[in-house]
């Protein structure tokens, strides 16, 4: 096009600043923690409310706990180690003894963003159970959103 | 051993240069290289640059990757390596803490993650990806929510391995847990893996991977003949077929992959073709979309506050992309590999939403068959499937809409250009066959148009072989009506007719005469059919440029098409008023013949699509309090 490129959305104002936030937790022996909140500039793939989440996953509420999104978390705590052989050797798997370490999910976070809430789906129901009553999600970390942040 | 054993020194990017903002950041850090090595991590992150960009499908998406060397200088060279792991018992003060000899065994190199993410972090705010290569020539690295490697030949490949995981979701491959023939790791659980390379299912018609499998390909393809232990055996079919493998995440039986090698289950080959996909799709949203100008996008709103868009690729492929006024755009994303026919203008694909969480697409495939494909919030994208028997022009359109939530009607031109209707409910589902109606023939090019002024009618249009405008129309009571010309005007053979129905009993009809003037008439239910066809406001189409029309409310109508030199024009009507002048959307230019797309969500705000001079798809938007907005690349935002 001739005219000069404007980033924005069909009917609504481009948003002040960045509408993302990076969040690093830290965890050991299956307790969780978020030691980082950072506001990113950055476009973030990948999330949709419409998918009954099957996967550790951060859910951002707003005020009223209303969800907002949900970002998947690929084994968030790890409970084996992938090792590598030399090469042409078989790639194995070890249990994760530690059982500590580290992990990053960027989310979207808008302006009514007020909470990030790392869960776990819930166990699958029993059969005789099934699509009568979903099961809650396990709470790993339920964190406001710093005022410095929002 | 912490960060006080070193220092950060400083960034540099050393591959690529897109907006960081959105574009895949992979950052690589070095430990246990001194002030002195930093010459070593520079080439390592050079030789990773290039491992990466030579390994499929990397490399085509080149534009979209970003890569960044964080140079730290660490106290000592080197990384722990206990001699309880069998290492050499060396210690190393560095400032990621990296050490060989996890778990006990010596090829897991394991660091302080936090202190990696973290550090990234403050390098690169925008980093997808944070790898760590550690200064040693012993041959080990891990992975997690950080990918670590060393220095010994070979190691990208775990670094590439691993981003499988960390950055695209990728599942492993293999069918054992820790060396093989393990008792415990005979038969998967019956539990279907969320991963989208790896299955329980072999059911061909609901397998995630299902568009990829050619018909003629056996499923399962391969069995386990022993699930005692793992099957190595060749490939029954060639290299590069999909279908379903058995012994797959960590389990020699009852789990499936999609190919039978792949860099998710060896190093040293290449990813199958569902994990390109994958990765494909998690890089898709960051670029741009070239799209065919002469194929009309197709916008659908599901509710007001949502936009699907739908496109068609210079290759063919099938896109698409949304909006929701809660998150902004989401990015392109493949539809199920579907290819849409060349030829004349292109295929286009067209949606409808019949409610608001549901859609239906259908478009002219390579082999001109028609196809169709839904999405529904319940269970996502379907498969592409044939509808009917018919084949038509390469190129042809596939006119839909739904005069109620539980009917579809569909209406294109076979081989022959005969003008062809199908219809869906939902209480007997697709009807048996293509109809041809009323020996109706199009001009070469000409797609059949139809609007629903109430539930139970419909009018068609199209161009004829003698390049008239024809009509016929269907009523409930009465079936369907012979073709009638609209007489006044020759158009173009490939012209379009549209037309809006502004309220039931109300038909505006818009299309390009032989001379490229665009001309309306109009229908209403007091009048009949106006006497004769008039140029709109003296305006001339681009050869090949449709008329686009809506009715943002019932005595209002916008148009739009791509000009004589090529810019994106629009005009209105409002009742009892005249047509205005042409104006040029906000400075926008199209291609030659290009289509524009529009959509009213609600009466004050249109959306408009157009394919812009560079190939790419632009979008702008009007609305009653702003007017109009600047174009911006549909992409993501």
Redesign the interface.
Same mark, same amino acid.
């Given at each position: 096009?001739?005219?000069?490129?404007? &980033?924005?959305?069909?009917?609504?104002e481009t948003p002040d600043g960045?509408?993302a936030l990076?969040l690093?937790y830290?965890y050991e022996n299956g307790e969780v923690r978020l030691?980082?909140q950072?506001r990113?500039?950055?476009?973030v793939?990948? $999330?949709d409310l419409?998918?009954a989440p099957?996967?550790d996953h951060v859910e951002v509420r707003d005020i009223d706990g209303a969800a907002?999104?949900r970002v998947?978390v690929? @084994?968030a705590l #790890?409970q084996s180690?992938?090792? $590598?052989?030399? #090469?042409?050797e078989?790639? !194995?798997?070890? &249990? @994760?003894?530690?059982q500590r370490?580290? $992990?990053?999910v960027v989310v #979207?976070a #808008?302006s009514a963003a007020a909470r990030v809430v790392l869960q776990r789906p819930g166990p699958?129901a029993p059969p005789g159970e099934r699509g009568i009553e979903s099961v809650e999600p396990v709470v790993l970390s339920d964190d406001a959103i710093e005022e410095t942040q929002r | 051993m912490t960060t006080a054993d070193g220092a950060v020194i400083g960034t540099t990017q050393i591959h690529g240069n897109a907006p960081?903002?959105?574009a895949f950041n992979i950052v690589l850090l070095g430990d246990g290289f001194t002030a002195a090595q930093q010459g070593a991590f520079d080439a390592a992150a050079t030789a990773f640059v290039n491992a990466l960009l030579g390994t499929n499908p990397f490399g085509d998406l080149r534009p979209v990757i970003n890569v960044f060397r964080v140079n730290v200088r660490s106290t000592d060279s080197g990384a722990d390596d206990p001699a309880a792991a069998g290492g050499t018992g060396a210690t190393a003060r560095t400032y990621f803490d990296a050490s060989f000899g996890? +778990?006990g065994?010596r090829? %897991?190199l394991?660091a302080n993650?936090?202190t990696? %993410?973290?550090t990234a972090?403050a390098q690169v705010?925008?980093f997808t990806l944070a790898l760590l290569v550690v200064n040693s020539t012993v041959?080990? =690295?891990?992975?997690?929510?950080i990918g670590t490697y060393s220095l010994a =030949?070979?190691a990208t490949?775990?670094a590439i391995?691993?981003a499988g995981? !960390?950055a695209f +979701?990728l599942a492993?491959e293999?069918p054992?847990?820790?060396?093989?023939n393990e008792a415990d790791r005979q038969h998967h659980p019956a !539990?279907e893996p =969320?991963e989208p390379n790896v299955t329980i299912n072999t059911n061909r018609n609901t397998l995630k991977w299902r568009w990829a499998v050619a018909a003629s390909t056996p499923i399962p393809t391969q069995t386990n003949p022993n699930p005692a232990v793992e099957d190595y055996s060749p490939s029954p079919v060639p290299a590069g077929t999909v279908g379903t493998f058995e012994g797959a995440h960590?389990y020699h039986a009852g789990a499936y992959r999609p190919e039978w090698n792949c860099k998710m289950r060896?190093?040293?080959v290449e990813f199958c073709a569902i994990c390109k996909a994958v990765i494909w799709n998690?890089f898709r &949203? %960051?670029m741009t979309q070239e799209v065919r100008a002469s194929a009309l996008m197709s916008v659908v709103a599901r509710y007001p506050e949502h %936009?699907d868009v739908f496109a068609v690729g210079p290759d063919g492929r099938c896109v698409s992309n949304w909006?929701d006024?809660?998150? =902004?755009?989401?990015?392109w994303f493949s539809l199920m590999g579907g290819v849409a026919a060349p030829g004349g203008a292109g295929s286009p694909i067209t949606a409808i939403s019949r409610y608001d969480?549901h859609l239906d697409l259908f478009t002219v495939g390579t082999d001109n068959r028609v196809y169709s494909a839904w999405w529904d919030?319940s269970s996502?994208w379907s498969s592409w499937f044939v509808l009917g028997s018919i084949r038509c022009r390469p190129g042809s359109v596939v006119t839909a809409l739904s005069r109620y939530t539980d009917q579809i009607d569909l209406f294109t031109t076979d081989e022959s250009g005969r003008t062809m209707t199908l219809w869906w409910n939902g209480g007997g589902g697709w009807a048996r066959d293509w109809v041809h109606l009323g020996g109706g023939i199009a001009a070469n090019g000409a797609p059949v148009t139809a609007v629903a002024r109430r539930p139970h009618h419909l009018d068609i249009f199209t161009v004829g072989t003698d390049n008239r405008v024809y009509s016929a129309w269907w009523d409930q009571r009465s079936g369907w009506s012979g073709w009638f010309a609209i007489k006044g005007i020759t158009c173009r053979p490939d012209s379009t007719v549209t037309v809006v129905a502004r309220h039931p009993d109300q038909l505006d009809l818009f299309t390009t005469d032989s001379a490229g003037r665009i001309m309306s008439t109009w229908w209403n239910v007091t009048g009949g059919w106006a006497n004769g066809w008039f140029q709109v406001s003296g305006g001339v189409a681009s050869p090949g440029s449709d008329v686009t029309a809506i009715a943002r409310y019932t005595g209002h109508l916008d148009l739009f098409v791509i000009g004589t030199d090529n810019r994106v024009y629009s005009t209105w009507w409002h009742e009892g008023g005249n047509w205005a002048g042409w104006f040029n959307v906000?400075?926008?230019?199209g291609r030659p013949g290009g289509q524009v797309a529009a959509i009213s969500?609600h009466a004050e /705000?249109i @959306?408009v699509f157009?394919t812009?001079? @560079?190939g790419l798809a632009?979008? !702008?938007?009007w609305?009653g309090a702003g007017g109009w907005?600047?174009?911006? /690349?549909l992409g993501?935002?």
């Open positions: 096009m001739s005219s000069p490129e404007t &980033p924005g959305s069909p009917g609504e960045p509408a990076r690093i830290e030691v980082s950072q990113v500039d950055v476009a793939t990948g $999330f419409t998918e099957t996967t907002l999104s998947r690929r @084994d #790890p180690l992938e090792v $590598f052989g030399e #090469p042409g078989a790639i !194995t798997r070890v &249990p @994760d003894t530690v370490g580290a $992990f990053t #979207p #808008p699958e | 960081r903002n959105k996890g +778990g065994i090829r %897991l394991l993650t936090t990696v %993410l973290t972090a705010p925008e041959y080990g =690295g891990a992975g997690g929510s =030949g070979g490949e775990i391995h691993e995981h !960390t +979701g492993d293999y054992y847990w820790a060396g093989g !539990t =969320g960590y060896n190093l040293g998690r &949203p %960051l %936009l909006w006024a809660g998150s =902004g755009w989401a990015g969480r919030a996502g906000s400075g926008g230019v969500r /705000q @959306d157009v812009g001079s @560079d632009y979008s !702008t938007w609305n907005a600047g174009w911006f /690349q993501i935002t």
